[in-house]
Structure formats: structure tokens, C-alpha cells
């Protein structure tokens, strides 16, 4: 995703087909940040994933640089570039702010949502809960399907908020997640019925109810991070 694309589609535009090759290996590389292939902490040496990618050397290094903006990966000097590391502190930080911001964006949509927003946000809930409807067997091609209609639901939540950067920064921030839910859902340490909380969510929006609304966000957004502190019970927050 190119720089200027980031207010337009905030959260990942991931069903959009690449519009260069640098975007090409932006998406790829943080693929499999997301996914694990790419393990927290580990070198990302150019000399080789550019072979690994079939991707020129050049081509790479722009696509770490966004990867570096959205705070997957970080550079230390002359050490190259690294994956972001993961922590309970991380996930923590990550959770409050996603609650502070996302919350506060949803009572403006639900004040200022016009029948557009409505739609919108009608169709995204009916296409996750298509999909939520097959995710019993979580076969791995369900479970990317299911991460882009639930970032639509999410981001159509919060379309009817007229601040550019609060729902850029809400995007920022639901990337980041991205790897921690997705190591959560393939570990199912807690018993969800997240279907459940998006229709709990959806249909408190569709009722304008903010505080109803806002609350079952909120608890939506925080059972990730209980599940991740119970996988990562050595880390102190």
C-alpha cells in the first residue's frame, strides 16, 4: 500500500489488487508477519528474501520501508531490519488505545451515520456473517477470507466519523492486532462465539444505542487480548 493510499483505506484495502510491485511486497511480507512465517524478532535479510520473493533488492526495501510505518518491522542502524517483536505489554497498549479511539469513533458514526453509512455498513456485516457461518472447519483459505470481511466490518463501523485521522490511526492500530488475532484464533485458548459479538455490535449500531454500541465493542476488542495473556503468561504488563 503506497503512503497515499493510507487515508483512503485506512485499515488494508487487502482485497484490492496490487497497483505496483513495491505494494506487491508490502502485502506479501506482511503476510507473513501476520501469519508467523516471518517470526517475531526475526533478520529480514534482503540478500535473501528478495530470492525468496522473486522480488528485486530495490523493490524490497520500500516495501520494508512502509512495513517500518506501520510498525511491523523496525531498523536498528547498521543491524537491517527486523520483525516488530511481540509482548503482553505490546498487545496491551495496542487494546487500550484501540478502545480509547474505536469506541469514540463508533459515537460519531452512530450520531452523524447517514442511510449511506447504513448500507454500508449492512453489507459488510452480511458478508462476515456468510463466512462466520462456514468457519467451523477453519480451513486456512476461510480464516484470510474472514480477516478482510471482518476489517470491513470494522471499518464500516466507524465510516460515518468525519476525522480522517482518527479512523487512519484506528487502522494503524487494528494492523497491529492483526498477527496477535490471528495467533489467538489458531490457538483458541478461550471459548469465543465471535459471531455472536459482531451481531451484538451490529445490531446495537443499527438501533443508534451508543452506550449498547460502545460496550459491546469494547469487550469484542479486549477478549483478544485475554486470550493472548493466556498464552503469554511469562511476560509481566
Avoid at 520500500?62 to 527486523?82: I, T
Avoid at 454500508?120 to 456485516?125: H, S
Avoid at 466507524?158 to 492500530?173: E, F, Q
Wanted: proline share 2%.
Amino acid at each position: 500500500m503506497q503512503q497515499s493510499q493510507k487515508f483512503s483505506m485506512p485499515f488494508s484495502g487487502a482485497e484490492m489488487p496490487a497497483r505496483t510491485l513495491v505494494e506487491g511486497a508490502y502485502r506479501q511480507v506482511r503476510g507473513d508477519i501476520i501469519t508467523g512465517r516471518l517470526a517475531p524478532g526475526e533478520k529480514l535479510r534482503v540478500e535473501h528474501l528478495k530470492d525468496q520473493y522473486g522480488i528485486g533488492a530495490g523493490t524490497l526495501r520500500e516495501a520494508l520501508a512502509l512495513l517500518l510505518s506501520d510498525a511491523l518491522v523496525v531498523s536498528e542502524g547498521q543491524r537491517g531490519f527486523h520483525v516488530a517483536p511481540i509482548s503482553l505489554i505490546d498487545i496491551k497498549d495496542i487494546t487500550d488505545t484501540r478502545v480509547l479511539l474505536e469506541t469514540d469513533a463508533l459515537r460519531q458514526s452512530i450520531k452523524a451515520g447517514d442511510d449511506e453509512w447504513e448500507a454500508g455498513l449492512i453489507a459488510a456485516f452480511h458478508k462476515l456473517e456468510k463466512i462466520e457461518e462456514k468457519l467451523g472447519n477453519r480451513a486456512n483459505f476461510l480464516i484470510r477470507e474472514w480477516e478482510v470481511r471482518n476489517s470491513n466490518f470494522h471499518e464500516a463501523l466507524i465510516a460515518g466519523c468525519d476525522s480522517r485521522w482518527l479512523r487512519y490511526l484506528i487502522g494503524l492500530l487494528y494492523r497491529q492486532s492483526e498477527r496477535y488475532r490471528h495467533l489467538a484464533i489458531s490457538t483458541d485458548t478461550i471459548a469465543r462465539d465471535v459471531h455472536a459479538e459482531h451481531t451484538l455490535i451490529f445490531e446495537a449500531t443499527m438501533e443508534r444505542d451508543i452506550k449498547r454500541a460502545s460496550r459491546a465493542l469494547e469487550q469484542h476488542i479486549r477478549l483478544t487480548f485475554d486470550a493472548i495473556r493466556l498464552m503469554l503468561p511469562d511476560v509481566k504488563d
